[in-house]
């Protein structure tokens, strides 16, 4: 079962909506709310089911929303299995035991008691990953310590704690100081008094940013409020600045306290103000992530009075480029802007690198493009065509009557295909379709993954479950 819980990154990694290839996991929507989904220690989990090309759906399951990888989350359970009352208190049980050591209210109690000692009483234990009160010292002592944390260090907690690199369930890395004060810059031209971060320290970082701001330029008024899975950040902050979160179920794991934290957050001045930044793990589905988004945009949407009902929550959504049609079959209004988003601490994604070694990583807003200025001295023209930046090598074809290319090199139009194409690929005469030179032509067709029929792709066919079945 470890290998199929791998294929999801398999999967998610193609980026598009066609087959791919002999078999998959697929992500089954749950919405009886008659037959709630069982809990595992990240909050309710999913439904997935395994297709195979050309035959039936097999048995589906339950595994946990927020870890691929069963060695950090090993739920698992048949759908229609039947469990004891033994067993279910035991899952229980290991649940309560998964749970942070301490609650929120305690983080905070601890962090207020924190920043009233002399410099020379604070300390943090870097085993741990924790801030050391004065009764904690004995039980740290053969530990690796570090001492006189300074305020300045309290307000910048991302170089204290230590990256969690599991891309599969943290994917822990971290805006490089470039990007992140593009980001701020932006919010502050564009006008937003509230950020609402959801996700990975990257958000992590441009939450702190934006506080450190705030806190010494009395001009910046934007404030931020940051939802992430990571427990380790309860200890920096106070309740309405942080909410532990999954955002791959949308599940609050201190209840309707932080729930209400959010709605407010998000409703304050009649919703006016506001935006969404998200910077999810790269091997995260799409699919649930859009469905926890919508989530929040319906909170959002509740705040707005009925004549505002045509308006969107202001999204930016960090992904890898060639996740562009997953992304808009779920948010049609969304557009791909042509800024390189670069991290310190990711061996590829770095700014400066050309040809294929540029990042791939892209922001996607539902935000007019013509009202986003990305900087020139970094690479970045204005198309007066496409009334948009774009990359300088994103040069505008006359033919497809816009800037094209999505990896930041000049892609070439092909006449067959009706289209511009990477330049590293060619027009194939037997697949018909422009493809690298070395490609098989002996790959399944384009149509249904699951029937084999041409007329669609990946949809239910009538034999298969009515269940809605999100790809």
């Not at 009352?85 to 601890?110: D, F, I, M, Y």
């Amino acid at each position: 079962m470890a290998a199929l819980r791998d294929r999801l990154g398999d999967v998610e990694a193609e980026g598009s909506t066609s087959h791919q290839g002999s078999s998959g996991v697929e992500v089954v929507l749950h919405s009886d709310p008659a037959t709630p989904a069982p809990l595992c220690p990240h909050g309710p989990t999913l439904l997935f089911v395994k297709v195979s090309q050309g035959k039936e759906e097999t048995r589906r399951f339950y595994a946990c929303s927020a870890c691929r990888d069963r060695k950090d989350c090993s739920f698992f359970q048949w759908e229609d299995e039947k469990l004891s009352g033994a067993r279910l208190a035991a899952r229980e049980a290991h649940n309560r035991t998964c749970q942070p050591p301490l609650s929120r209210t305690k983080c905070v109690e601890r962090y207020l008691k924190f920043i009233e000692l002399p410099l020379s009483q604070r300390k943090f234990c870097q085993g741990c990953q924790q801030l050391l009160l004065p009764d904690d010292w004995e039980k740290h002592l053969e530990h690796q310590v570090v001492g006189d944390i300074s305020v300045t260090q309290l307000k910048r907690p991302s170089q204290l704690l230590y990256p969690l690199e599991n891309k599969k369930t943290n994917a822990q890395y971290l805006f490089a100081d470039r990007s992140c004060h593009f980001l701020i810059d932006l919010l502050s031209t564009l006008e937003f008094r509230r950020v609402l971060c959801v996700g990975t320290p990257s958000c992590f970082r441009l939450h702190e940013l934006i506080r450190l701001k705030a806190s010494g330029d009395k001009k910046s008024n934007i404030k931020s409020l940051l939802l992430d899975i990571d427990f380790r950040y309860s200890q920096f902050y106070v309740e309405d600045s942080f909410c532990h979160y999954n955002m791959f179920n949308h599940h609050f794991f201190d209840g309707k306290a932080a729930l209400e934290v959010c709605r407010t957050f998000l409703q304050e001045d009649k919703g006016e103000g506001v935006i969404m930044v998200t910077d999810p793990p790269f091997g995260g589905l799409v699919e649930p992530l859009a469905v926890t988004f919508k989530k929040l945009i319906a909170m959002w949407k509740e705040g707005q009075s009925q004549g505002n009902n045509h308006k969107e929550l202001p999204i930016f959504w960090i992904f890898p480029y060639f996740f562009e049609s997953r992304i808009c079959q779920f948010f049609p209004s969304f557009c791909m802007l042509d800024y390189q988003v670069d991290y310190d601490n990711h061996a590829l994604y770095k700014h400066g690198k050309t040809g294929r070694k540029q990042s791939p990583v892209r922001i996607f807003t539902n935000i007019p493009p013509n009202k986003i200025i990305l900087p020139v001295e970094e690479g970045y023209r204005f198309c007066p065509l496409c009334q948009r930046y774009v990359s300088l090598e994103n040069q505008h074809c006359e033919h497809c009557n816009s800037c094209t290319s999505k990896d930041g090199r000049k892609w070439n139009h092909c006449f067959l295909c009706k289209k511009c194409v990477k330049p590293s690929w060619i027009h194939c005469s037997i697949c018909n379709h422009c493809a690298l030179p070395d490609h098989s032509c002996e790959g399944p067709k384009d149509g249904c993954f699951i029937c084999g029929e041409l007329d669609h792709k990946r949809e239910p066919s009538e034999s298969r479950s009515k269940e809605k079945v999100i790809r």
